[in-house]
């Protein structure tokens, strides 16, 4: 063992240590472990390295991880190392990266919840999971429902699937998915009805028992099991369903977050509509029941949309409106009662406050009375052994009292519901089996654990129990089976904790005691448990912090539990006064509600105790003696009961467990925590079936296996031939340690770790044999490229150094010719340089000196004009000075001067203020006024002598200006001139510079005119050579161009040849889709035929039953049964019998007597109700008849005519027979002769007359038969309900009872019958627009009739023959348009007239043949006699001058024709013999391949010669009736199916060859046209045998599937045909078939022999080539179809080496094909999808070209297709590599745009419309010979 840990636990060994966040981590060893270290080096995934420390006491070493190849198993017991870490990384991975949502563990299925809508559902996926063995397929709900489902059959034993989980993780999904796996396996089509009942009973549950939880917004608060009852044929025929411990603690309170039930809130938020005005409810805040959790809404919820579906599912399940409304408004009185308030009036009692409305409402609502009620609320009635006295309550006491009623009242409510939902779902029929589907709460533990958690928890501890036996138990009978030493396993047993709970002095023992006691408390009861196991019991502990609290250890974790409201919960006491009020109540459903329990009548109408349902708060038995005690059973007592009877229901069944898990708290689509997972693992017992299993030898394998596993370890001498020997010997020397393998009979068994053990011996094996490949390979590779580059080395130095000299002697010469022109070259550039330099000098003189004279002359004028300009600026700027200073002076003076003036203004203006300055002022006042003249006057002549200086100033200054004017003048002239002069001089420098200029522009125009000469002559050596490569490139382009265009007209020629094949494929495809729909509708048409052929048959035999009790076959008829099923008469009678005899053991033997009694009174009535129904229609037929008695004399009258006039005719002939016997001798018969005109002309006219008349005859007697048969099957089908109107004659209410069921039923039956009516009603009106067309033919007759009424009297017989013929015509047309109904007696009237009359036209048609040969024998005589007449009496102008009139001369017999004569009383044994007692094997061999069919045409051909058309539709329909009855009754045969499908389709060649239309004669020979029929047109028929032939060719189809079905999978996946390429890998208990062939198991060897045998079958039938490639093609579809469907469904088998051998074995197929030469037939494209996906398996899948390379490679193959196979992609091997995520979204990003069909399956049941290929015979009908071996000696031939 050491040395194996040592082994293991080497560098680079992976293990997985504990994680507080993601509980357990990966980690890889850095450094070998040796024994004695006390810490680990480990790196973890993020590259992180860590020590990791050992426990010092136990040394114990981490957990190993799984090799790669095992991860991802769907199995967890298939898994080396079981432990937590494995399993929680095992459903990770399927969980995260495959979205696999299922896997096993052992017998379990593990269910995590996808959080999304999966197409994993669907009907094909139902077809694929029925009837396969649990193992075969990947895990999935519809496997365990296959195997209970199975078992049940087979076993003969109920069974039951126990679904178990946390809220929210499930369950009812999946129990929802099992019961529809039921109702679709079943078959019927009813029972999907029950399972609508059971689902839309969901929304109902939810509503009454989901509430909000902190965990979950939609928790279930109680659990149920429902049983689905099936009969002896294991159909559904009803379910029952059983709850368990509702919270009823949470109708008055609920804790923070939480609500109390949805049905609460929903009624609150619709209170708004009219019809709940009355229940005078509002918000939810507004009621204490309902506001307590504080979270009243929960998001994305709609509680008024909730209400109209519960509301639905209600009127689904049959409780009418008034019901409802009832339902309602008890649950609204609930809120109203939460809502009353109690105040304290003393310390001892309470009181309610008078008019309280909501204790008003709440009487109103339930119909009691307000003081009984509050009276009652706030006292309770004490009863003593004399006296009764009334005692009041404290305020809290009857608080606690009001929620009590308020909890009794729901509680009665909610069981009421479910009585009434079981009642929706009950069934008289005998149930003989069931299978009982468990969805009950998991283990809980919350903060604060109450009653409920102990209650549900204590349930678990049950249930993990049961689960642990059936674990042991199926371990122990595996180690018995194979033989192996039996140890016990130690599992943990949770016994000691069930005893803790339920055994005597346990917690439900103690609490109950405490109940009883009249002063019990919670903290007493507290104080109980500790005394009594504390000490006692390890498994029960006390809280540190606590006095009322406990804790207990269960199976899943530790909970604590606290003891308040235990007491209280466990009594569920009720006052009983309230109970009496509430029975005292007006209102019918409360008073209902309370109904005492010995009284209540079961909702199912059976006796309580077989099939009830078990309450859970059911209330106790009252005694009105010991009226003191409201109950004599606690809750806890009565929990235990139901508990108890539900453990023996679940042991009396075979379990089937399915767990289901919560992978996070938020609802994410495939979001996985792993904290969560693993909470929930530990609670469902997942983990102890590890445990369990891991204690034993998990891993399993047989013999062949392992040695097919691990030859690789084996030397060629340990090999042996026995297989068992061999691997003893092997296991011996690889494992020491015997005790980790035991050997049993078939397998070796491995402890916990063996399998990983030898899995990394085979890993490194394989690993030195692949380094030891790859270093040879390398070797030789290295070796061989060495070799090749000396070589290619060698060969290129060669040519290197030959090169080289070449090179060398070239650029010596070039050297020295280079040296000669660079000489000259550089002697001709020094000169032209030179040259250049002096021109150059001398014109840069030049223009420097005339640069330089221009610029002194600019200097000298610019000087000149400064100098002015100075002038005038420094005038102007003087001038501006002066006035600028001239205008601040003044300005400075005028603002001293404003200065001055206002210190004087100020002054004055203070002297005028004074008194004193006033006197002064008028003291001297007219002296100042003097004064102040004088001044004036002075002023004025200071101004005057101003104005005159101004004057003069003015006149001086004009003087000045004229003076200043007129220099001005002079200096402008002077300016004048000197600009004059200046100009004169420029002109002469600009003539001087234009001079210059033109001397060296012409200079330069020399050069230039030079420079472009040269450069001229350059560019025409240039364009010449451009020229010459344009030249060239328009001719590589005029090259190019024509390729182009040969290219565009190639392309476009393609493009059209495609576009032609596009559409013609599209119109392939248009005209298969219609030839399969019509296929479609045909074999639809061709099962309801059947079908009403069953209803008839059934009709008949509920007619001859004399006891009570129908069976329903139709509803309840499977529809995976055969369409053609032997002896299903005796079937149908032996199931009705014992359905009567189920359903008579039901009925007291008193209520049979009356039932039988009654039953033969109906019959009589019925049968005088049946003569009283004839009677009328005789009285009407009778009146129809009177009422055209006229038109009947009329058409006697008619008859007699007609026979007169044959009569005549006969004469006629007679005569004519006569005269030209007597005249025979004369020549007087002789041509010309008017005898012989006479007889000619009315022998051409009677034929041609005959001729018309027999086809229209034909053709109306057709269509009237037809019609009559139509007629004949409405009277058939509208025939009187047998037991219709007749409920008002019974008066036992029992009989009425019974009745009432059978009249049901037969209105379902006439229900029925009514569609099929309808069904025939447009037979009727096809008829009717075929006669319409037979009308216009026969007025197109009657025109031609009239144009030949010059005819002789004996052609006015057709004449009026086709007059009756018409007026019956236009009678029955007219009668067609009034409604069927009305008009049913007149038509069969005329109808029965209209065959009378037929039938005595046959007769004339007897007659008429009679004559017509007689008349060609008189012809033929009488050419004969005119022959030798003409030759030597007759001139050549004589032939030519007179007319020669045409006669018939009929053909030469020849000794045989081809045709078979037979009786008509013969036709029975020729169709006996030749078809029902017919072995196909001894006529394939002996005979000639179609003989039966050329035989029945030879008898068709000769009924056609005698122009009989009754044998030829009798010989028709006889033939296809025959052929239907054989297919029926050996439908499953093989070779019968081929033969008649091979001969039916030679039948239809030959009534195509032989019909006489030019399409199907281009191939036949003159003798065979000659066969051709000559007298009916067969269209029609041919149309029959053609959907016969298509109805055979599915039967054949389907036979040929049932062949195939169970070798395909065997022989295509699981058999290896290439040995030793796949290697087995470990398996868990859930084993699959094994990969190696065993005796019995097919191969691909077997498919081929069957295909071969399929194909020489139809060979030696001489089937149609065509006709085979068609059945090859659907052949190969169904490999294809059925292959790929396994893989899909199969992880095992999505492997590299999976896909080699799926690639192997389809080229075998194609080998097949081409063998045969069927390879053109398409069956090769069928398996394009399997082909692919074998390819998807083998290519690479890891970068984003790999993902472009698989998109454009797997076309055939669809998205969810794609995305499966990668996602089950599994390595068998350590070298194989899984498919990442990220390439799986690559791959489905790329692939989005795709429009494709999601479905995930192909269709197995898809049949390709068949067409049948016009293929002539050339096999000449005179040449065939009948065996003797026939018996058909009584065929003629003629």
Known sequence: MNRELEYMFLKCARVWIPDAEEVWKSAELTKDYKGGDVSLQLMLEDGKNIEHK???????????????????????????????????????????????????????LVAINPYETLPIYGTDIINAYSGQNMGDMDPHIFAVAEEAYKQMARDERNQSIIVSGESGAGKTVSAKYAMRYFATVSGSASEANVEEKVLASNPIMEAIGNAKTTRNDNSSRFGKYIEIGFDNRYRIIGANMRTYLLEKSRVVFQADEERNYHIFYQLCASAHLPEFKALKLSSANDFLYTRQGRSPVIDGVD??????TTRNAFSLLGINESYQMGLFQVLAAILHLGNVEIKDRDADSSVIPPNNRHLMAFCELVGVTYQDMSQWLCHRKLKTATETYIKPLPRLQATNARDALSKHIYAKLFNWIVEHVNKALVTNVKQHSFIGVLDIYGFETFEINSFEQFCINYANEKLQQQFNMHVFKLEQEEYMKEQIPWTLIDFYDNQPCINLIEAKMGVLDL???????????????????????LKTCSLFEKPRMSNRAFIIQHFADKVEYQCEGFLEKNKDTVNEEQINVMK????????????????????????????????????????????????????????????????????????????????????????????????????CGVLETIRISAAGFPSRWTYQEFFSRYRVLMKQKDVLADKKLTCKNVLEKLVQDQDKYQFGKTKIFFRAGQVAYLEKLRADKLRAACIRIQKTIRCWLARKKYLRKRSAAITIQRFTRGYQARCLAKFLRRTQAATIIQKYQRMYVERKHYKQKQAAALAMQTILRAYMARQKYQALLREHKAVIIQKHIRGWLARCWYKRCLEAIVYLQCCIRRMRAKRELKKLKIEARS??????????????????????????????????????????????????????????????DAKNKANQVSSLLEELERLKKELSATQQEKKTIEDWAQSYRDEMEKMVAELKDQNGLLKKEKDDLNRLIQEQSQQMTEKMTRAIAEETQQLETDLNEERSRYQNLLSEHLRLEEKYDDLKEEMALSSNVSKPGHRRTDSTHSSNESEYTYNSEYAELEDGTRGREDVTRGIDTSLTLKLQKRVTELEQDKQLLRNELENREEQLQRASAMARGAELEYESLKRQEL???????????????????????????????????????????????????????????SQLVSQKEAMHHKETMTEPSVYKDDVSKLKDDEVKQAYVGLKDTNRLLEHQLQTQRRTYDNEVESLRSELQNVKEENNRQQQLLAQNLQLPPEARIEASLQHEITRLTNENLELMADDPTASREARVVILRRMVDLMEQLEKQDRTIRKLKKQLKVYSKRIGEMGAGQTEGQTSPGQMVDEPIHPVNIPRREKDFQGMLEYKKEDEMKLVKNLILELKPRGVAVNLIPGLPSYILFMCLRHADYVNDDQKVRTLLTSTINSIKKILKKRGDDFETVSFWLANTCRFLHCLKQYSGDEQFMKHNTSRQNEHCLSNFDLAEYRQVISDLAIQIYQQLIKCMENILQPMIVSGMLEHETIQGVSGVKPTGLRKRTSSIADEGTYTLDSILRQLSAFHSTMCQHGTDPELIKQVVKQQFYIIGAVTLNNLLLRKDMCSWSKGMQIRYNVSQLEEWLRDKGLMTCGAKETLEPLIQAAQLLQVKKKTDEDAEAICSMCHALTTAQIVKVLNLYTPVNEFEERVSVAFIRTIQTRLRD???????????????????????SCLALETIQIPSSLNLGFLTRV
């Open 54 to 108: 050992l426990d010092p006491k136990t040394k114990n070493l981490p957990y190993l991880r799984n090799p790669d190849i095992l991860v991802g198993e769907n199995d967890l017991t298939a898994l080396s190392y079981l432990h937590e870490p494995a399993v929680l990384h095992n459903l990770k991975v399927r969980f995260i990266d495959s979205k696999l949502i299922y896997t096993y563990c052992g017998i379990v």
């Open 303 to 308: 509680d008024t949309k909730e209400l109209c």
């Open 511 to 533: 609490l109950d005691e405490e109940c009883r006691m009249p002063k019990g408390s919670d903290d007493s009861w507290a104080q109980k448990l500790y005394n009594t196991h």
């Open 584 to 683: 005292a109540s007006k209102f019918d459903l409360l008073v209902e509600l309370f109904q005492d329990e010995e009284k209540a009548t079961s909702p199912t109408g059976q006796v309580q105790g077989t099939g009830g349902r078990t309450r859970l708060s059911i209330k106790p038995d009252k005694s009105r003696d010991t009226s003191s005690k409201e109950h004599k059973k606690t809750v806890g007592c009565q929990f235990r009961n139901s508990l108890q009877m539900l453990m023996d229901t679940l042991n009396a069944t075979t379990p089937h467990y399915v767990r289901c898990i919560k992978p996070n708290d938020f609802k994410l689509a495939f979001s996985f925590d792993p904290k969560r997972a693993v909470q929930q693992l530990r609670a």
């Open 915 to 976: 008194v004193e300055h006033f006197k002064k002022l008028n003291k001297g006042m007219e002296n100042k006024i003097m004064q102040l003249q004088r001044k004036i006057d002075e002023q004025s002549k200071e101004n005057r002598l101003v104005n005159e200086r101004l004057v003069g100033l003015e006149n001086s200054y004009t003087v000045e200006s004229e003076r200043m004017r007129g220099e001005l003048s002079r200096l402008r002239g002077v300016e004048e």
């Open 1203 to 1261: 026979e007169s006039e044959n009569k005549k005719l006969k004469h006629d002939l007679e005569e004519m027979r006569k005269s030209l016997l007597g005249n025979a001798a004369t020549g007087a018969g002789a041509p010309g002769s008017p005898a012989y005109k006479v007889l000619l002309e009315q022998l051409n006219a009677s034929c041609e007359e005959l001729e018309v008349r027999k086809e229209e005859v034909l053709i109306l007697r």
């Open 1794 to 1816: 795709r429009c494709e069909s999601p479905q995930l399956l192909m269709d197995t049941k898809m049949i390709y419309p068949v067409t049948f290929p016009f293929n002539p």
